[in-house]
């Protein structure tokens, strides 16, 4: 299991007399030409925070508010933040979800640093060379850390693109007895001109799938997990399953009557763009709980990818069920991969440059949403059939029970990273492993 790390530093990526530090593998210190320095400073702290509604969370923070800061940039800004704790007893960190820092950014206790304790600091410093829509959250004890507040977003954008005229950040989160989407709980109203451009960037927060239904317009999913798909084509009347951790970039023009984005098929759940001077009462939205699922694998049209994932270096293979494994010590019957529980699940190896290929096979009940640090995955096939549009790169996909994924990365960010399932009450119980540079 995740164990609370606080001492010991940064490992090195050893292996055969490598002598690289994961703690010298950082990131730089200047923005690229042109670009300008974002200072932050996130404080971490247990607080309560009264949601919109009236709800109060007893919540584990970033600056005392859910969720943390929006961190925003523009491409070739350097990013430079600085993490502090008060009072989070377990520690914190800052993970980049999906941003592909240098090794020592990346927030990973235990592997890339140590977490920072109650008077503790780390500072964290990148440039923001990668467009999109991306998030952060603690790595230490991300269960119960995250599930308690302690996430925010990081969306990039393009040097040269005029915003949407419309542009929202719509992470979603459930509390105990709260859902939050953006900063709202409940449902949220945003006025909209009609022949707006609208752009709404979907970030999963949670340990299981949502659901997104988005009524009264055509739209285009222009993103998944921050990279841009090639030609997406407008489709209507389909639902967005997201993956726990994933982002969705969905882009339509407003029309002349409202639209509403349905969370899990809830009419009380989600988000309504009311068209200015729209006078009258909302029509319901209809019922979206049979509208089929939009099939990621097949959407958008081919495109050149930059490698032959026929002829890869490495392959390796997981099997993600449940074993008898140790947690805590103690024989437990817990989620695991290939019959082990983390630290027990050999390191995957890899040399600098390696073309990777990598099997995912779901033999469990349960959904495993497999995500991999520091790299995006290209999918190649899920249950044999090959992905037939645009070329999907992913960084959390959803292996839903008896499915079998395959997926292929260049090796090309040296470093010690991470490899779970980010359902992260399983990563908790040791569903993950690292992969490793020799
Ligand atoms: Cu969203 Cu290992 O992280
Ligand atoms: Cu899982």
């Known amino acids: 299991p995740e164990a609370v790390v606080t001492g010991g530093g940064p490992r090195r990526a050893a292996g055969s007399g490598a002598t690289v530090s994961v703690a010298d593998l950082r990131g730089a210190r200047e923005p690229a030409p042109g670009g300008t320095t974002r200072r932050h400073t996130l404080t971490a702290r247990t607080a309560t925070v009264r949601l919109p509604s009236g709800h109060d969370v007893d919540a584990w923070t970033y600056d005392g508010q859910l969720p943390g ?3 925003t940039a523009t491409e070739g800004d350097l990013i430079e933040l600085t993490l502090r704790n008060t009072d989070i007893e377990d520690g914190v960190t800052l993970h980049w979800h999906g941003y592909d820092v240098p090794c020592g950014e990346d927030g990973a206790p235990g592997a890339t640093q140590d977490a920072v304790t109650p008077g503790g600091e780390f500072v964290y410093r990148f440039r923001a060379d990668q467009v999109g829509t991306y998030w952060y959250h603690t790595h230490q004890t991300s269960h119960p850390g995250v ?19 419309l542009d929202l950040t719509l992470p979603v989160h459930t509390f105990d007895d709260a859902v939050v989407i953006g900063n709202q709980d409940g449902r949220t109203v945003h006025p909209a ?12 927060t949670d340990s299981d799938p949502h659901r997104f239904a988005l009524t009264g317009a055509a739209f ?12 997406p084509g407008e489709v209507r009347d389909v639902g967005l399953r ?13 029309p002349d009557i409202p639209v509403a984005l349905l969370l899990d098929n809830d009419r009380d759940r989600g988000v309504l763009l009311r068209p200015t001077e729209h006078t009258g009462d909302d029509p319901a939205p209809p019922d979206t709980s049979d509208w089929p699922e939009l099939d990621l694998l097949h959407y958008g049209e081919p495109a050149a990818v930059p490698f032959d994932a026929d002829h890869a270096d490495r392959h390796f293979t997981v099997v993600l069920d449940r074993a008898l494994t140790l947690v805590d010590g103690r024989p437990a019957y817990a989620q695991a991969v290939n019959g082990r529980g983390h630290p027990s699940i050999p390191d995957q190896l890899v040399a600098e440059g390696d073309l990777v290929r990598f099997t995912v096979v779901n ?12 790299h995006p995955v290209l999918i190649l096939s899920r249950d044999g059939t090959r992905s037939s549009g645009s070329p999907l790169w992913m960084d959390t996909f959803d292996v839903r029970p008896g499915e079998v994924w395959e997926v292929a990365f260049r090796a090309d960010n040296p470093g010690i990273w991470i490899n779970h399932c980010h359902n992260l009450v399983h990563q908790d119980q040791g569903m993950m492993l690292q992969l490793v540079y020799d």
Do not use: C, F, K
């Open 363 to 374: 033999r469990s009940l349960e959904t495993h949403p497999w995500h991999l640090h520091g």
């Open 193 to 204: 001109r009609p022949g707006a451009p609208v752009r709404l960037r979907l970030v999963n």
């Open 69 to 71: 800061p929006a961190i």
């Open 242 to 254: 997201l993956p726990a951790g994933g982002r969705y970039d969905v882009v339509l023009t407003m």
């Open 147 to 165: 599930r308690r507040g302690l996430y925010g977003t990081l969306v990039v954008t393009p040097r040269q693109a005029e915003p949407a005229e």
């Open 220 to 231: 285009r999913v222009v993103a998944v997990d921050g990279r841009d798909l090639n030609q």
